[in-house]
């Protein structure tokens, strides 16, 4: 199974952009799927994260409110729609499963990280 995020770039202070990840090499709905991020000199964290069906979530507080986490299984799809954008959410984003389908909460769950995207808030 393999994972590729894609749909970053640069955006000012107070704007949006949608992530995707492309699951290939497996059904998605047998996972729960989730996005991390990691900062230059930091350490990679949770974002989001989201059960096989959809209608679980979980969120860092950080991103609580401004950002989105949404799946279709269908298309073996897994988004993360990111708003009010803060210099502080400049990081690498990656999609990553978790092979129980309800681990969207599992933190230490999560593997097969995919290739990130990276996302820069200007100020």
């Known amino acids: 199974v393999q994972l590729q995020a894609s749909g970053g770039g640069a955006v000012q202070t107070g704007g949006s952009v949608t992530l995707s990840c492309v699951l290939s090499?497996?059904?998605?709905?047998?996972?729960?799927m989730g996005w991390f991020r990691q900062a230059p000199g930091r350490e990679r964290e949770f974002v989001a994260g989201i059960g096989w069906s959809g209608t679980m979530t979980a969120y860092a507080d950080s991103v609580k409110g401004r950002f989105t986490i949404s799946r279709d299984n269908a298309k073996n799809m897994v988004y993360l729609r990111m708003g009010s954008l803060r210099p502080e959410d400049t990081a690498d984003y990656y999609c990553?499963?978790?092979?129980?389908?309800?681990?969207?909460?599992?933190?230490?769950?999560?593997?097969?990280w995919g290739q990130g995207t990276l996302v820069t808030v200007s100020s």
């Open positions: 990553a499963l978790n092979p129980h389908p309800y681990g969207h909460r599992n933190i230490d769950g999560f593997t097969n």
């Open positions: 090499g497996g059904t998605l709905s047998s996972f729960a």
